[in-house]
């Protein structure tokens, strides 16, 4: 109920692709899910996040798409670029003061 | 600049030797957390504490033990340290607002094996 799964763990992108990292949650009461951003030797940084009113959020190159219906989310990073290349995880907050859950991870490499 | 400081960043020991990593946030933040990272598994919380004096076990607390005695500091204490302890640990911190966090900060990480 409170795992939020995601896939692939792990992506190899050529550079100008599309690179895409799924996630699914069990828990309907999760309402807010950002997606994390994790470079080698770094802690994770806040990349982008959605609430479940929308179906989509866009921040330059980086989209959420939201399907509350299929309890799926799903990271599109568009004209994928070699700093691009970083461990991505998604995660989901509960209501109240339940810790934040978190996927296991993508490590996206993108290539030239 | 706003940020979470873990100290030490990389950290040999001994089986049974006891140890502390500090972390420290500049950010008033009440929530503060700690993960370890481990390839494959992502990041597993081990404490966190909602505010002064207020722990709480996350999912894999056994050989750890944390305090919150000062809002910005969170140290993590590891009493009789074993090699499967051994991992990447980070420190994160919050704001809590509506009795929920915020977007967390995370700090950079500390580097631990365990002989």
């Known amino acids: 109920q409170q795992q939020v799964k995601q896939s692939p763990q792990s992506l190899i992108v050529q550079k100008g692709g599309i690179s895409i990292i799924n996630c699914a949650y069990e828990n309907t009461a999760f309402d807010y899910f950002p997606w994390y951003q994790q470079f080698p030797g770094k802690g994770p940084a806040l990349l982008i996040a959605i609430r479940p009113d929308v179906s989509e959020k866009k921040e330059g190159r980086f989209t959420i798409s939201f399907n509350k219906s299929a309890k799926q989310f799903s990271l599109h990073i568009m004209d994928s670029q070699p700093g691009d290349s970083a461990t991505y995880f998604c995660?989901?907050?509960?209501?109240?003061?339940?810790?934040?859950?978190f996927g296991k991870g993508t490590r996206l490499s993108v290539i030239a | 600049e706003a940020q979470v400081t873990q100290n030490p960043r990389y950290l040999i020991t001994v089986t049974g030797k006891k140890l502390t990593v500090t972390c420290s946030q500049n950010m008033n933040h009440e929530y503060m957390s700690w993960y370890r990272q481990d390839p494959g598994l992502g990041l597993r919380q081990i404490y966190y504490?909602?505010?002064?004096?207020?722990?709480d076990k996350g999912d894999v607390p056994e050989g750890y033990k944390v305090s919150r005695k000062e809002k910005r500091n969170f140290p993590l204490i590891l009493e009789s340290p074993s090699p499967n302890q051994t991992s990447l640990y980070f420190c994160?911190?919050?704001?809590?607002?509506?009795?929920?966090?915020?977007?967390?900060?995370f700090g950079p990480g500390t580097r631990l094996l365990v002989l």
């Open positions: 504490s909602m505010n002064v004096e207020v722990t």
């Open positions: 994160a911190s919050s704001f809590v607002a509506g009795g929920r966090q915020e977007t967390q900060y």
């Open positions: 995660a989901a907050y509960p209501p109240g003061n339940t810790p934040l859950v």
